[in-house]
C-alpha cells in the first residue's frame, strides 16, 4: 500500500512558492522601472502614467499591441545596450496615446 500523501505539507511548500514568485515579480517590477528611466519621475507622475494606460488598455487593443511591439523593441535592442532606447514619447506606444 502506497504512502498517503501529506496534503497540508504540500498545499504549505505551494503557498511558500506562491510568496517567493511574488516578491520576484515585484522585484522585477521595480528593475523595470528603473531600466526604463520611469524612476525619474515623481510616484505621482508614474501612478498617473500607469493608471492611464490601465484605463487606455481596457477601450484600445491596438495601444496595448503597440506598447507590446515596443516593449519587446526595448528587451531586445534597448536592454542589451544598457541603455534606455525606445523610452522617448512618440505615436508608438506613449501612455497619451
Known sequence: ???PRDI???LKALQEKAKQLKVQRTL???ELVEVTGADTLSIEALA?????AVEQADGKP?????????GTAFFQ???KKGGRKGTG?????SAGA
Not at 498617473?48 to 492611464?52: E, I, Y
Not at 514619447?89 to 506606444?93: A, K, T, V
Open 8 to 10: 497540508d505539507a504540500e
Open 48 to 52: 498617473g502614467v500607469l493608471l492611464a
Open 89 to 93: 514619447n512618440d505615436q508608438n506606444g
Open 28 to 30: 522585477q517590477l521595480g
Open 62 to 70: 491596438e495601444a496595448v499591441a503597440r506598447w507590446t511591439e515596443r
Open 1 to 3: 500500500m502506497r504512502k
Open 77 to 79: 535592442v534597448g536592454a
